[in-house]
């Protein structure tokens, strides 16, 4: 698996701080995405006292966490809804030329994922580590139609 056909993405880097005695003290949290364009896609949280150490962190948890996308000309094989602690996600297919209707969150991991054309809207709680989280759970539960009737052989 060779790194370089990866590319990554920032979605957000936020500064949180604590009061100590001497004053306050910083640390950073990074969200990244890294995908191939090809239906793999990852998405990891990093956090550490600097910017560049939490982003690094960031990459590598996310290289970690991939996941195999089906696509199905360009879009999504069905219709998901998924909730993630207290933010609502809903995917829904679209025909080619539609282009990737979405907000910032799932447009990165989406368009990283190798999606072209989809439908995406964001419910409930906007936080974006939340938005990012149940994105990736809804393509992680996406089924093609040989792999729902494979399923459904071996039920009956």
Do not use: C
Request: aromatic fraction near 4%; charge should be positive.
């Amino acid at each position: 698996m060779p790194e370089t056909d990866f590319e990554e993405k920032m979605i957000m880097i936020r500064r949180t701080a604590k009061t100590y005695k001497g004053g306050r003290r910083f640390r950073f949290g990074a969200l990244a995405v890294v995908g191939d364009r090809q239906g793999r896609v990852g998405v990891g949280l990093g956090k550490a006292k600097e910017v560049p150490l939490a982003v690094q962190k960031a990459q590598n948890i996310a290289r970690r966490n991939l996941i195999e996308v089906p696509l199905e000309n360009g879009t999504i094989p069905h219709e998901i809804e998924v909730v993630y602690e207290s933010s609502r996600v809903i995917l829904r297919p679209a025909a080619p030329g539609t282009g990737v209707i979405a907000g910032k969150v799932p447009r990165a991991i989406l368009e990283l994922a190798g999606v072209t054309d989809i439908l995406t809207k964001v419910l409930g709680s906007r936080n974006e580590i939340n938005v990012a989280y149940a994105t990736i759970e809804a393509l992680k539960q996406l089924q093609t139609w040989d792999e729902v009737k494979k399923m459904r052989k071996e039920a009956s």
